[in-house]
C-alpha cells in the first residue's frame, strides 16, 4: 500500500555536503519526494519533535545536535514507506548499521546519525504534519 513518511536529513549531513547523496540513495529506493524544505530547527520545535525522549540522558545533547545547523525536511512516498525508510537508514547507532543503509555510509556516532525516519504510520502522519501543511504536500 503506498504510504507517506517523514525523514530528516540531519545537520551532520549537511555540514558534511551529503544531502545529495542522500536524496540520490533514497530515490534510488523508490520513494518519491511529496514536500522538501531546508530549515534551521529552533530548540522549542526539537524540544517537542523528540519530546517523547524527554527523560533520557542524550535529550540536552540530542535538541543541541538537532538545533546546531540547517535541516532538510521532507515528507517521502512509497509502498510500505514508514518501514521500508527504517530499513534504508539502518540502526539507530551507524557502528550497528547494516551495510549499504544510509546510516552505515554517512552516520559517524549514534547521536550524529545522519537521517530521521517516522517511526510508525500513525508518528509519520503526526511528524509529517508537524512540517507541512496540506497544500505543501505534491
Ligand atoms: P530517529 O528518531 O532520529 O529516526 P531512531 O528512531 O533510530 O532515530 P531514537 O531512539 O528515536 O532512534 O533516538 C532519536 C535520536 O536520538 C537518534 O537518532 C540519535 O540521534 C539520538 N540518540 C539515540 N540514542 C542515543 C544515545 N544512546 N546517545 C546519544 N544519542 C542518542
Ligand atoms: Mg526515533
Not at 48 to 68: D, I, K, N, Q
Not at 94 to 123: K, L, M, Q, V, W
Request: glycine residues 6%; negative net charge; contains cysteine.
Amino acid at each position: 500500500m503506498t504510504q507517506r513518511t517523514l525523514t530528516i536529513i540531519k545537520p551532520d549531513s549537511v555540514e558534511n555536503g551529503n544531502v545529495g547523496n542522500i536524496i540520490a540513495h533514497l530515490e534510488r529506493e523508490g520513494f518519491r519526494i511529496v514536500a522538501a524544505r531546508s530549515l534551521r530547527l529552533t530548540q522549542a520545535q526539537a524540544g517537542a519533535f523528540y519530546a517523547v525522549h524527554r527523560e533520557r540522558p542524550f535529550y540536552t545533547s540530542l535538541v543541541a545536535y538537532m538545533t546546531s545547523g540547517p535541516v532538510w525536511v521532507m515528507c517521502l512516498e512509497r509502498a510500505d514507506a514508514v518501514h521500508y525508510l527504517r530499513a534504508v537508514m539502518g540502526a539507530t547507532n551507524p557502528a550497528d548499521a547494516a551495510e549499504g543503509t544510509i546510516r552505515a555510509a554517512y552516520g559517524t556516532s549514534i547521536e550524529r546519525n545522519a537521517i530521521h525516519g517516522s517511526d510508525s504510520a500513525e508518528n509519520a502522519a503526526i511528524e509529517v504534519a508537524f512540517f507541512f501543511a496540506a497544500s505543501d504536500l505534491v
